[in-house]
């Protein structure tokens, strides 16, 4: 096993696959900064850097989940005020998580990283799937 492989927290790969590019790209840059994260902590450095990430992933989450709600509701996807409802709770837990790791330590930074594995591996393949079908077959790419 390489050292960029065993860095990894998470390793994409097409079961986390939504069928739309444009999204998975998105999850893959969110996979990216967990893996980020994960990296730092392993090298010793995880509490310095775990601010800056903590920052980068709500913002980049703030913007992915605006684009993934645009498509739900452009293409009335029933399912929207549920999904929704995931991601909003997801954004509370993180800006929550943000103001804990002004004091961070080694272990909020390892709350962090799993509590956004666990997260990103559990909605993608279980909450981000159920809008696939619908939304393809509504014609997005």
């Avoid at 790209?25 to 730092?40: C, F, P, R, S, T």
């Avoid at 913007?63 to 409802?85: C, D, N, R, T, V």
């Amino acid at each position: 096993m390489s050292t960029a492989t065993a860095a990894k927290l998470i390793t994409w790969s097409d079961r986390y696959s939504v069928g739309i590019p444009r999204i998975d790209l998105q999850h893959q840059k969110l996979v990216d900064m967990i893996n980020e994260l994960h990296a730092a902590m392993l090298a010793g450095q995880g509490s310095a850097v775990l601010a800056k990430t903590l920052a980068g992933l709500v913002a980049y989450t703030l913007s992915h989940f605006a684009a993934e709600e645009a498509l739900m509701k452009g293409f009335a996807y029933p399912g929207y005020e549920q999904h929704k409802a995931e991601h909003d709770k997801l954004t509370v837990q993180a800006k929550l998580l943000q103001e804990k790791a002004q004091t961070a330590n080694a272990t909020l930074t390892l709350e962090v990283a799993t509590f956004l594995q666990r997260w990103l591996i559990d909605h993608i393949a279980n909450v981000d799937k159920k809008y696939t079908a619908h939304l393809i077959a509504a014609g997005v790419k």
